[in-house]
């Protein structure tokens, strides 16, 4: 019962990953008909926005102490970030929270990546096949990686949750279990309230406000709202700077979690475009839906129980659960009639 | 450039094959005339012109060919160390078995079209990649990659570790050590390994000229151009994409199968999704449709991997020389993201740019070249008469 519930946490945390990049590809696609393979990339650029506020907030300051000697003869140095210097304990605080306090940087820097690509380049592919849009986006995501490859290096660059959050959580205990039966990290906890707190907030937004409710229109039919004198281009740029937000998000929480390196963003994007099939192409719930479905399935998948009677299955189940769907319901889980049929 | 008479396509093959074959000595200018490289050339050219059967006739864009061509690459192996070191046991081998897996992918996958068939075959593709490290490993000898291995010595227990080459054993072939692959006595490495290669890429050429020409070329292209035209006029084109996918397949399983020849060590990596994209990509700068253009593709794509990857600092500081100092640092700084470690940006903004200004690929840009050409002659002919 407790290894069941445990797989059954490792599941949500990846699946809120999953969700979230499968959010904004959705929104990409239901709002621009753009399929982006580019949006892994940025993921990738989320995580080492995380990652450069990290740096920053880390820069120091080096004094030479001459009263303390090292073994070596040599003068103590004595390190100091310079926010600590500044801020004192508040400073300390900052370094501690970089990974949340990234947020901050994130949400801006991501919102212009998303509309510049999108002013850009993407907006030149409305017209132009799927296939043409998957390649040129690829290129892109391929060009993202060399730039970040160039400036960070090639190898995993690990960050730390908050010394408050990195213990583990006594999840047993909630449920009754003798306590230390069922222990699990606390980030990965906060990261699957995070990824539901962003749906629910882009949900919200989409459901409860004007400006959401002309989306949703558009894109049921972006024609009938242009006559309506509505911009509908617009707002669609700015859904794609959303989508990019929390592609962006997704991936500067992710980072204690994975080490981010360079090409981690396309690993994820293979698996988020198999997640938003499954989920049924251009329907939001259905992405949700399916990245949480998928990423409990994978978990359970790799229990020492399963593998038992099916070797191997952990490997393969996301892409054999497509398959299934696939072939069983062709538009995926929820997916609506009428969307990328021809 | 493509005749559509006999006599031209004739005349085209001929031409096609000639460079080829002349490719050691009409290369060695630009610092490709190397057997490891013009190797490549002819194998991923292969790999390249099959492809563009299946995506530059039908449209269907499969996101998984790589699996066909690790397929290919392990079975030339198994042929090696159960049969024999010959090559065209293996060659043939690995196409059959190509053949047939991509028969069983397609089947499935070909139910569905357009972005949903991409995943189909992007699915299978990874999952043969993620099986053969994992529980595939007494197959495809997981990380360390399958290769071939001494003989054994009395009884076999262990057949990744121990090969039996019982057909080489029946003929009375001694072995020295690890035996390498070969065509009847001649090692197959080097020039000889090219030439192996390069005469398959010329029957591979041939091939796909005849299915070009051919009535069911013609099918395939309806299917890209109004499936449901062709439903309505009462053609079925399952049958049609069914077999142009196998054939497609096949193509990468001899690619794959050449290069286990060349070098006989086939690894899971090669069938990984970035390999299956790789080849789109060759298809694509190429040209779509074209039958010349998936060979330029993968050349071009291979030799500037290869030159781009060789430059590095020193390199660029001798051919910036004659600039002044800061200047020269500047520019070198800016060149060095684009070469060594970092070609790969390269092959992302040529990608881009290819797919932004030239969707039709190389061949699209020569066709244009002599349009624009020809215009010129004729307005200079018009003022002259």
New interface residues.
């Given amino acids: 019962m407790d290894a069941f519930l445990l797989q059954f946490l490792n599941g949500l945390d990846k699946g809120g990953a999953y969700a979230l990049i499968a959010l904004g590809l959705t929104l990409a696609f239901g709002t621009l008909g753009i399929?982006n393979f580019a949006h892994g990339a940025l993921f990738m650029l989320g995580a080492f926005v995380a990652v450069s506020v990290n740096k920053l907030l880390t820069l120091e300051k080096v004094v030479l102490d001459p009263t303390r000697k090292t073994p070596w003869g040599e003068p103590v140095e004595i390190r100091t970030p310079y926010v600590e210097t500044w801020l004192g304990d508040f400073g300390r605080f900052l370094v501690d929270w970089s990974v949340p306090v990234s947020i901050i940087a994130v949400i801006p820097v991501m919102l212009l990546i998303g509309v510049v690509m999108e002013r850009g380049?993407i907006r030149?592919f409305y017209r132009?096949p799927?296939?043409?849009q998957?390649?040129?986006t690829?290129?892109?995501?391929?060009?993202l990686?060399?730039?970040v490859?160039?400036f960070f290096g090639a190898n995993p660059i690990p960050q730390s949750a908050p010394a408050m959050f990195a213990g583990s959580a006594d999840v047993g205990a909630l449920f009754g279990l003798p306590p230390g039966t069922l222990v699990y990290p606390w980030w990965r906890l906060i990261y699957f309230l995070f990824a539901a707190l962003v749906i629910a907030i882009v949900f919200a937004f989409l459901q409860f406000t004007t400006w959401g409710m002309v989306v949703r229109a558009g894109m049921r039919d972006r024609e009938t709202v242009g006559l309506l004198g509505i911009n509908i281009r617009r707002r669609f740029t700015t859904v794609f700077g959303i989508a990019a937000i929390v592609a962006g998000l997704a991936g500067a929480m992710y980072t204690p979690i994975l080490p981010p390196d360079y090409h981690m963003g396309?690993e994820f994007l293979?698996l988020s475009?198999?997640v938003v099939?499954v989920g049924g192409?251009g329907s939001l719930p259905g992405a949700v839906l399916a990245g949480f479905l998928l990423g409990v399935l994978q978990s359970f998948s790799s229990m020492t129980e399963v593998k038992a009677i099916l070797?191997?299955i952990d490997?393969?189940i996301i892409?054999?659960i497509?398959?299934i769907v696939?072939?069983t319901r062709?538009r995926g889980l929820l997916g609506r009639k009428g969307v990328?049929?021809? | 450039m493509f005749g559509k008479t006999a006599r031209q396509d004739w005349i085209f093959l001929a031409i096609f094959a000639a460079f080829v074959l002349s490719m050691p000595v009409t290369l060695a200018p630009i610092g490709a005339g190397y057997p490891d490289l013009l190797q490549k050339f002819a194998i991923y050219g292969l790999f390249a012109i099959g492809f563009n059967i299946l995506f530059g006739l039908t449209?269907y864009?499969s996101f998984g060919h790589a699996a066909f061509l690790g397929v290919g690459s392990y079975a030339a192996v198994w042929v090696f160390k159960l049969l024999t070191v010959n090559a065209v046991p293996a060659v043939i081998f690995a196409v059959l078995v190509a053949g047939l897996f991509a028969a069983a992918i397609g089947y499935?996958s070909l139910?569905?079209a357009?972005?949903?068939f991409?995943?189909?075959t992007?699915?299978?593709a990874?999952?043969s990649y993620?099986?053969a490290?994992?529980?595939?490993t007494p197959l495809t000898n997981g990380e360390t990659g399958l290769q071939v291995q001494l003989l054994a010595q009395g009884p076999v227990t262990d057949y990744i570790n121990q090969d039996v080459r019982i057909l080489d054993q029946w003929l009375g072939v001694k072995e020295v050590g690890v035996p390498s692959p070969s065509l009847f006595g001649i090692e197959m490495s080097g020039w000889p390994g090219f030439y192996f290669a390069a005469v398959m890429l010329i029957a591979g050429m041939f091939i796909a000229q005849r299915i070009f020409r051919s009535s069911f070329g013609m099918m395939l292209r309806a299917i890209k151009s109004n499936q449901t035209r062709l439903n309505y006029t009462g053609v079925n084109p399952r049958p049609y994409l069914l077999a142009a996918f196998v054939i497609s397949g096949m193509y990468a399983g001899l690619a794959g199968a050449l290069l286990a020849v060349i070098d006989p060590l086939a690894g899971a990596e090669r069938m990984q999704?970035?390999a299956s994209?790789e080849v789109?990509?060759m298809t694509?700068l190429g040209g779509v449709g074209t039958l010349l253009g998936p060979f330029l593709g993968a050349a071009l794509i291979k030799y500037a991997e290869n030159i781009f990857s060789a430059i590095n600092e020193k390199i660029l500081h001798a051919t910036f020389a004659w600039l002044p100092d800061g200047l020269q640092n500047a520019v070198v700084e800016i060149a060095g993201?684009f070469v060594g470690k970092?070609w790969?940006?390269t092959?992302?903004?040529?990608?881009?740019l290819i797919?932004?200004f030239l969707?039709g690929g190389l061949m699209e840009g020569f066709e244009r070249l002599m349009r624009l050409f020809r215009r010129r002659g004729g307005a200079h002919a018009e003022r002259e008469g």
Avoid: C
């Fill in positions: 399929v380049l030149h132009r799927h296939a043409d998957i390649l040129v690829f290129g892109l995501a391929i060009v990686q060399e730039i490859k160039h396309m293979v475009f198999v099939v192409m070797p191997g490997q393969i892409y054999l497509a398959v696939l072939l062709p990328m049929e021809d | 449209g864009l499935v139910r569905r357009g972005i949903y991409s995943i189909l992007l699915a299978f990874q999952m993620n099986l490290y994992s529980v595939l999704w970035t994209g789109v990509l694509i993201l970092g790969h940006l092959l992302g903004l040529l990608f881009m797919v932004i969707p």
